[in-house]
């Protein structure tokens, strides 16, 4: 088993914290120097890994993991995790933006029901 490791970067450690509580493979795309080789990986990546995870966090200053997230949901439901933590290392999401979120996850959940709210969650789910 292999999980892809996608969604929110910008200097946010549930990668790490995840990693440590992972009983399977997983492949972490973020890389200091970001290519176009890099964008190649990742594609290949997200077909050939077992599960596709995405963890939003409010260190996020983009919305693409978003947009993979409910691509992925779409055209990968069986294989699809969606996590969104409400806290960052001291950070919070607003209220209007959790809101948003819980209807992109409830969207999310329309098409699979493999969503968390916890770190913990995701690993007891990829290690059984």
């Known amino acids: 088993m292999r999980v892809f490791l996608g969604g929110t970067c910008n200097g946010s450690r549930w990668r790490n914290e995840l990693i440590q509580l992972l ?8 890389v200091e120097d970001w290519t176009p080789e890099c964008k190649e990986e990742e594609l290949r990546q997200r077909e050939s890994c077992d599960y596709c995870l995405y963890v939003i966090t409010p260190k996020m200053t983009g919305v693409y993991a978003i ?10 439901p ?5 996590c969104v933590l409400e ?6 999401f ?13 969207m999310i ?8 709210s916890t770190l ?6 990829l290690n059984t």
């Open 78 to 82: 069986d294989k699809t995790l969606f």
């Open 23 to 30: 009983k399977i493979d997983y492949y972490n795309p973020v």
């Open 94 to 106: 607003l209220n209007s933006q959790m809101k948003s979120l819980m209807m992109v996850d409830r």
């Open 87 to 92: 806290f960052d290392d001291g950070k919070s």
């Open 67 to 76: 947009a993979e997230a409910v691509d992925d949901s779409n055209k990968r």
């Open 120 to 125: 913990e969650e995701v690993a007891a789910f």
């Open 109 to 116: 959940a329309e098409n699979t029901e493999k969503h968390f």
